[in-house]
């Protein structure tokens, strides 16, 4: 096996120049999405409670026009 070659200074800080410009972009993209999403979830579940209710009021109505007699 070959021995490890020496890496050039100008290589190692471009390597980590990117690393570190990679999360400061990817800190204030999701510093930039984080409020959008949370107002989506927020709608979603506005939404979510609308239908459930929706759903309950339609089941009490079949049960309401059931034929008890039977039962």
Do not use: C, H, N
Request: overall charge positive; aromatic content about 8%; proline content about 4%.
């Amino acid at each position: 096996m070959a021995p490890p070659v020496q890496v050039s200074r100008l290589i190692k800080l471009g390597r980590y120049s990117f690393l570190f410009l990679g999360m400061a972009y990817g800190a204030t993209r999701y510093s930039y999405l984080k409020p959008r999403a949370e107002e989506e979830r927020g709608i979603a579940a506005e939404e979510k409670k609308k239908q459930d209710e929706l759903k309950r009021i339609a089941k009490e109505l079949a049960e309401a026009q059931e034929d008890t007699i039977l039962k």
